[in-house]
Structure formats: C-alpha cells, structure tokens
C-alpha cells in the first residue's frame, strides 16, 4: 500500500470514447503528477500539479486533459485518443515538487486504445 | 537524447550474491538521484536516493553510490534475495522533473 490509489487498474476504450482516470493520495502531500510509460520507454512526465496548480505540462496533446480539484485527487479526462496512447498511466505525489523529496507511485491504470 | 541510461536490459544474480545495477547521466546540473523497484502489475515503489553532495548513501541491504566526475551512479544489493527480482529504475533531477532511465530487469536464482 502506497498511499496512491488509481482506478480504473484497467480500461479499454474506443478512439471516440470520453473517460476519465482517477488518482487519490493520503499521504497529506502537495504536488501530484502523471506520467505515462509505453513499452520500451522510459516513464515520460506529463503533468505536475503543486498546491493544485499546473506548473508543468510537458507538451502533452490536447486529447489529455487534467484536472487537480484539490491536493488529494487528480483526474485524467481523455477524448477522442489515438492507438498509440495505448499505455501505462502512472500517478504519483510528493511532499512537495522539489528535489530531496521522493515520488510515491499508484499502481496505474492500463489503458488499451481500440 | 535520454539524459539518463541504463544500459543493461537485463542482470541474472544468485542468490546471496550481490547485484550491481548501473545508470549513466548526461546532465551535470542533476544534484538528486533515485532508485525504483518496481514489481509487475503494481506501480515503482521508492528504494533509496543520494543527494550530488554525498558519494555513498546506505540502507539497509541497498547501497548507492555517485561518483559525479563520471557521471555513473550504481545500487549495489547485498545480500541478493528471490523477492528482489523486479525492474529497477534510476532516475535524476534538479529543479526541473524526474528522469527517468528505461530500466534494467534483475532476476535473483535461488
């Protein structure tokens, strides 16, 4: 138990389809992130929340579309994705988004693209 | 161009034996390092880190060490057991986001 719920653990989902990814953190921390990783790749950054508010999009398409209503929950809305969005999609938090402070990871949710 | 590498896919170690597993950087402003194990089907679950001021940082049966002129860094696990076989991440940051490396792959043969 890390500390760092995300649901679904798995989703198939049609390239029309809108869904969202939830993640949950109760470890009091402020800066909540997403990442993605595809096979053979290394964990790729894709949004940093701190204190609910976006510091980092790392040129993420639009079809990816975050939301951090507060410092415990983090959304991930998808619309009209592509095949090759087809991946592991992490969440983690930190005490804060500095060095010195280790990530915790979610376990993901496997997202397969028809 | 990956700022961090790991270059070995794959380590087979024996039981009891030590693993040594490696990771490269490019950037020199990176000033803090990490080390993720992480299980099938579960997320990376945080192992150790050194800051760029330390050369050694010690926990328990995991060691890592910086050698910052060669840019290298190593997790050195001693001794190896079944339940360490996993993938291991490194990865590296300043005040900008983690890096991560690709991984390497450890079996521990009993």
């Known amino acids: 138990e890390t500390g760092v719920t995300q649901t679904p653990r798995h989703l198939v989902m049609g390239m029309t389809n809108k869904k969202s990814l939830k993640c949950e953190q109760h470890l009091g921390h402020n800066a909540m992130y997403w990442y993605k990783q595809s096979a053979k790749k290394p964990l790729e950054l894709m949004f940093v929340y701190n204190f609910k508010e976006q510091t980092e999009n790392n040129s993420v398409p639009s079809r990816f579309s975050p939301e951090c209503p507060n410092s415990s929950h983090l959304f991930l809305h998808l619309h009209t994705l592509q095949p090759e969005d087809s991946a592991l999609y992490l969440c983690a938090s930190s005490q804060d988004d500095i060095p010195g402070q280790p990530q915790h990871f979610g376990d993901g949710t496997r997202l397969s693209i028809l | 161009d990956q700022q961090v590498k790991q270059n070995s896919p794959s380590l087979s170690v024996q039981e009891g034996r030590i693993s040594i597993l490696n990771c490269d950087y490019t950037n020199s402003m990176f000033d803090y390092f990490l080390w993720y194990k992480k299980y099938p089907a579960e997320g990376p679950t945080f192992l150790i880190s050194?800051?760029?001021?330390?050369d050694k940082n010690e926990d328990g049966r995991f060691t890592v060490f910086l050698n910052k002129s060669a840019k290298h860094l190593s997790l050195h696990i001693v001794p190896s057991q079944p339940g360490d076989s996993a993938v291991y991440f490194c990865a590296a940051r300043t005040y900008t986001p983690l890096v991560f490396g690709k991984g390497t792959r450890l079996s521990v043969i009993a």
């Open positions: 050194i800051s760029s001021i330390k």
